[in-house]
């Protein structure tokens, strides 16, 4: 099942489409967009996932600025939120780098597109309860891209190349949590 933050050209702030991420039952959230470059030369599909970057440095400033060596103390389970949170964390974003990785290499493939990889981002939108990658599909500022873009018959294949490959990611990772527990 697909939700849609929105079926037109209207602006959702980058909040609201994270709390529509979060606050469905959804596996992924996939954000697609077209891009644009100060070059038109410059073409191509990209998939960016969250950079663990975001995260790390305030835990990392956190843990030392905490840090005791006081080993005798008993563990009061007051952190044990933080620390199943940081758990979840960590594998969405493994799962985002996964998901983004396949997704580039199907859609560059299967639309004859220049893959310009998986790229770390700082996006809000992307950091999400569940694994997320924003997909830019190719660039408005390059006139043999937009006339593509502009054709709702390649909007349609981009959309279908998205989600043959959720479909097989998704099967592949049930088998793998299915295989692990």
Do not use: M
Not at 41 to 70: P, T, W
């Amino acid at each position: 099942e697909v939700i849609l933050s929105r079926d037109s050209d209207t602006f959702i702030s980058l909040s609201q489409r994270r709390k529509i991420a979060n606050s469905r039952d959804a596996n992924f959230f996939i954000s697609i967009h077209a891009n644009a470059a100060r070059s038109r030369r410059v073409s191509g599909i990209e998939v960016f996932y969250l950079s663990e970057g975001i995260d790390d440095v305030a835990r990392s400033k956190k843990a030392a600025k905490n840090y005791n060596l006081n080993l005798q103390d008993k563990y009061t389970g007051s952190n044990t939120e933080e620390i199943l949170w940081h758990l979840a964390l960590r594998e969405n974003r493994r799962n985002s780098v996964e998901l983004a990785e396949c997704i580039s290499d199907n859609l560059s493939r299967k639309l004859s597109q220049h893959n310009r990889g998986e790229k770390q981002a700082r996006f809000y939108v992307l950091n999400a309860n569940i694994p997320a990658i924003l997909i830019e599909v190719g660039f408005l500022t390059n006139a043999r891209e937009e006339k593509k873009l502009r054709d709702s018959g390649y909007r349609e294949r981009i959309a279908q190349r998205i989600s043959d490959r959720l479909e097989q990611y998704n099967q592949a990772l049930s088998k793998t949590r299915t295989a692990r527990f």
